[in-house]
């Protein structure tokens, strides 16, 4: 019997290849995300124009419609921001990088609850950054990783969650991906983690 796979932002640099590494080894994979996977067994297209929370129902829906339990639920989903406490636009700055980055990694929490089978893997996607000091040029960005990996511990004493679970949060640097290309064209490529070496990585562990 195939083993599934619920990954939520499946369709970004590195949801895609999460999906590609588990399929390669027969995982059925259900992508969430604002725009269709379509190497994706299915997809659960959201609306970013909704809040998340209506759109629980729809997501409780499509997800048992498609498995009732699943073996990996990742998180996978984030954003990056540069912003500085002083900007006026301060507040709408935080909100946009916590639905990105929290707030994903909130509802994974959440399915987890209702879909991870026994034996089961959740992963959330921190960042080594904030366990290297303050990072003042991205204040938002740091706060919602730095909850992310509170939510990690909670979830970790599996009170919700399967007791024989795990719980595990990656914590990359720089993912070598086309946009962080455009953005930093002068860095040295070669030290940042390839997606496909962390997906990989990743389905060894499920």
Known sequence: M???????GGNGNLGRAMVNSFKMKNWKCLSVDFTENSQA??????DKNESLQSQLPLMYKQTSA????FDSILCVSGGFQIASIRDED???????????CFQSALLAGH???KFLGPNGMLMFTGAAAVFEGPVNFAYGYAMSKAATHHLALQMAERTEIPENSTVVTILPQIIDSEQNRIDMPDADHKTWAPPDKIADLVRGWA
């Open 2 to 8: 195939n083993k599934s796979l619920l990954v939520l």
């Open 41 to 46: 067994d299915s997809n659960l297209v959201l």
């Open 66 to 69: 498609f498995s009732k339990e």
């Open 90 to 100: 301060v507040l709408e700055k935080y909100l946009e990088i916590d639905r990105s």
């Open 111 to 113: 399915l987890s609850t």
